[in-house]
T-cell receptor, first 117, second 112 residues
Framework: EAGVAQSPRYKIIEKRQSVAFWCNPI?????LYWYQQILGQGPKLLIQ????????DSQLPKDRFSAERLKGVDSTLKIQPAKLEDSAVYLC???????????????FGEGSWLTVV | LAKTTQPISMDSYEGQEVNITCSHN???????ITWYQQFPSQGPRFIIQ???TKVTNEVASLFIPADRKSSTLSLPRVSLSDTAVYYC?????????????FGKGTKLSVIP
């Protein structure tokens, strides 16, 4: 079974530029997550989709971050304009069911590493 | 919303059993606790999950006391390849909602 696919793997941009990350979840998984992981910290949830609807985006900096999941499959996370503090790994994850709290395991991709200079 | 607490780091010799505890309050009766392993430059990898008493799989055991205010990941007979950061993930509930929250992670170093 193929895992969660993400691209690009690495990206270096200057501050105030824009960047987009793409994610393809495990086939059939209804729920898709974007996490931000700053070096030395645990992942922090940015946004959670159930099919193509947003379940939780309370920690997404909406002035500069946006995400969409058209057709309920692939997703794109965009940052515009980027700041130095956005340097992090952006992890996409997916789960079969809709309630990870009740045992629907979340599976992660390898992440997209962003460096803002 | 409450937070989770894990030891920042642990050292162990090869062949020993390692127990890593995650403290968490305010989790609901049926909520699961999940543990992940993360190597440098990789995404977190699922290890084990459960919601009560004890769960065991081919790589680890998970112990959850009756009060569910903590959970302990047990790795039997660790090897050098177990050197990684280990995270617990729980749903921390507030008024009418919850957030899936990772601990800050425990960096396990296995020594030959």
């Amino acid at each position: 079974e193929a895992g969660v696919a993400q691209s690009p793997r690495y990206k270096i941009i200057e501050k105030r530029q824009s960047v987009a990350f793409w994610c393809n979840p495990i086939s059939g998984h209804a729920t898709l997550y974007w996490y931000q992981q700053i070096l030395g910290q645990g992942p922090k949830l940015l946004i959670q989709f159930q099919n193509n609807g947003v379940v939780d985006d309370s920690q997404l900096p909406k002035d500069r971050f946006s995400a969409e999941r058209l057709k309920g499959v692939d997703s794109t996370l965009k940052i515009q304009p980027a700041k130095l503090e956005d340097s992090a790994v952006y992890l996409c994850a997916s789960s079969l069911g809709t309630d990870a709290a009740l045992g629907n395991t979340i599976y992660f991709g390898e992440g997209s590493w962003l460096t803002v200079v | 919303l409450a937070k989770t607490t894990q030891p920042i780091s642990m050292d162990s010799y090869e062949g020993q059993e390692v127990n890593i505890t995650c403290s968490h309050n305010n989790i609901a009766t049926n909520d699961y606790i999940t543990w992940y392993q993360q190597f440098p430059s990789q995404g977190p990898r699922f290890i084990i999950q459960g919601y009560k008493t004890k769960v065991t799989n081919e790589v680890a055991s998970l112990f959850i006391p009756a009060d569910r205010k903590s959970s302990t990941l047990s790795l039997p007979r660790v090897s050098l390849s177990d050197t990684a950061v280990y995270y617990c993930l729980v749903a921390l509930r507030g008024a009418g909602s919850y957030q899936l929250t990772f601990g800050k992670g425990t960096k396990l170093s296995v020594i030959p």
